[in-house]
Each structure stands twice: as C-alpha cells, then as structure tokens.
C-alpha cells in the first residue's frame, strides 16, 4: 500500500514538473507578442512579461488561456474586450492557431476582419459586437468548422452574408444584427443542423420569408428567429410552421403583407410574435389568442381589421452575454 502511495505521489510530481519546465510555443510568443505591440501599452498594462504563457513567478497574461500540448503550452483562449482597443483587426491574432475561443467584443477595432482568420481552424467561439469593423464578412469564416458561436453584430459590415456560414456544421448562434448588410438571406443557413438563434435585424436585407426556407426540412432546431428592421417583402408562408421548435419570431418593421397564417398558431412553443410596422391586413385567428404559450404578439402600423388585438406588452428582446454563452 506503500509503495501504491508512493509511486502516486511521483506520478504527480512528474507532471507537475513537466507542466512546470513545458515552454510556450515560440509561434504564440511571437504572436502575442506583436500584438502587445500594435494594442498598446495603455490597454495591455496587465502583459507583464515576455511569456504570454507565464514565466517563472510572472503569471499567465490577463485575458490569455493557455494549454500544455505535448512538451509545450500554447494559447488556447484571448479575451480582451471592453478596453477600447483602437485600429485594424490584429493580424498576428490569426498566428494562434490552437486558438478555440476569441472574444474581442465592445472595443474600437476597425477595419475588415483579414481572411486569414479562416486559418484558426479550432475556433469555437468568435465574438467580435461592438466594434468598428467594416467591409465584407469574408467567406473564410465559413472554414472554422468548430465554431459553434458567432457574433459580429453592431459593427459597419457591408455587402451580403457570405453563404460559405452555412459550411458551420456546429454553428447555434448567429448574430449579424445592426450591420449594413445587402441582398438576400441565404436560404442555404437553413441547412445549418444545429442552429438555435439567428439574428439578422438592423441591416438593409431584402427577400422573402418563403426564399429563406425553401430548402426542404429547413431550421430544424431553430429557437429565434429575428428578421426585423429590414426591407423584407411578401407574406409570411404557412410552411414557416414547419419550424416547430420557433419560440421567438421577429418581424417588426419590414415591408410584408397578407394575412397571418393559422398553421403559424400551431408551433407549440411559440412565446413571442412581433409583426408590428408591416403591411399586414385581415383578422389575426382567434387560436393565437388560446395559445398556451403567446405571451406576447405586437400588431401595432398595420391594416388589421377593427377589433384586432395585441397580445401582451411590448418590449424589446435582447440576449444578454450569459446567454450567448449557453
């Protein structure tokens, strides 16, 4: 029993020690440490050191995770956020490999996202809201195989979502609101197996609900739905029941018409319908009334028949970071 005891206590101290002589890769102390450079001193006050890793009584740098692999660390995680960082997207950023998580969020980084990015291929969680990013999305992004969130609302993008997203097979939360986005939602997003929440509000999108699901079996997970505040046409098809798993559809302040569909009262947890500032006209089914879970329908600014009613009081919805996070 002695000897079982002791032979643990060697184990462990073998590890400890091989963690504690394990060197950080060169690449990533190299990248870390360009990056200090173009940030700053006054934003990276924390990076003391050379070794973004720790080195010796130096702990790890502020916002940097990183990981043994083999005879070396490397860095796994950087999250810098809200420290209002200033100028172009950190190339170097796209030298950490290893990378899996990237959280740059509520800075003031501007410039287009390089499509080197598409070079961190264990990336599974990218946030870059808040920022001053601008020009395209590149179609790069859409060779992160892992990523399973993805986030860069509130910046300047422009042009149209790249339909390489849809190449995501872990992707569950897309958030693309508050851009300057064009042209149409591609419909091949629906294709997206593990997909909960898509927001594509706040842009300059133009379509219809019936192109964005014409691929059979379309969002068959999908929670959120959010589309408002945009240039959307048409009306809102019967087949958009199909998503049976809907609880939030938004659709506030767009251009559509027609009458609202009956088969859309029968997604059963549907707790949130927003159809306000539309052209829609014609009475509202009397089942959206009993639904057991509608807390809330928003029909104000269209040409509903008189005696329409809404349901519940408006707010708006907005995920906070802990729920990005689920």
Request: aromatic share 8%; net charge neutral.
């Amino acid at each position: 029993m002695a000897c079982q005891l002791t032979l643990s206590l060697i184990c462990i101290f073998s590890l400890l020690l091989t963690a504690a002589q394990s060197k950080t890769l060169k690449r990533d102390v190299k990248a870390l440490n360009e990056i200090k450079a173009s940030l700053g001193w006054r934003v990276v006050y924390a990076w003391v050191g050379d070794d973004p890793c720790g080195d010796g009584d130096l702990p790890p740098w502020s916002g940097v995770t990183c990981s043994t692999q083999g005879d070396y660390r490397v860095v796994t995680e950087l999250e810098v956020y809200a420290v209002s960082i200033v100028g172009p997207f950190p190339i170097a950023v796209t030298n950490l490999l290893d990378l899996t998580r990237l959280d740059l969020h509520n800075n003031k980084l501007t410039g287009p996202i390089p499509p080197q990015i598409g070079r961190l291929k264990r990336l599974r969680i990218l946030n870059l809201r808040w920022n001053k990013l601008q020009d395209v999305i590149p179609a790069e992004i859409g060779e992160l195989k892992r990523l399973t969130h993805l986030s860069l609302s509130f910046n300047n993008f422009k042009g149209e979502i790249p339909k390489e997203i849809a190449n995501l097979p872990e992707l569950r939360y897309l958030y693309l609101q508050e851009n300057r986005l064009t042209g149409r939602i591609p419909p091949e997003l629906g294709i997206l197996p593990n997909l909960r929440h898509l927001d594509v509000g706040n842009n300059h999108l133009v379509g219809t609900i019936r192109e964005l699901i014409r691929f059979e079996g379309s969002f068959p997970v999908l929670r959120n739905l959010y589309l408002n505040n945009n240039y959307l046409t048409g009306g809102i098809p019967a087949q958009l029941a199909n998503l049976t798993n809907l609880e939030i559809l938004y659709l506030s302040h767009n251009k559509m018409s027609g009458t609202i569909p009956l088969a859309l009262a029968h997604i059963p947890k549907l707790t949130y319908l927003y159809l306000d500032h539309n052209q829609f006209s014609g009475r509202i089914p009397d089942a959206f009334y009993k639904h057991p879970f509608l807390k809330e329908m928003y029909i104000e600014g269209n040409a509903f028949r008189p005696g329409v009613n809404p349901i519940g009081i408006h707010k708006v919805l907005e995920l906070t970071d802990t729920e990005f996070l689920v």
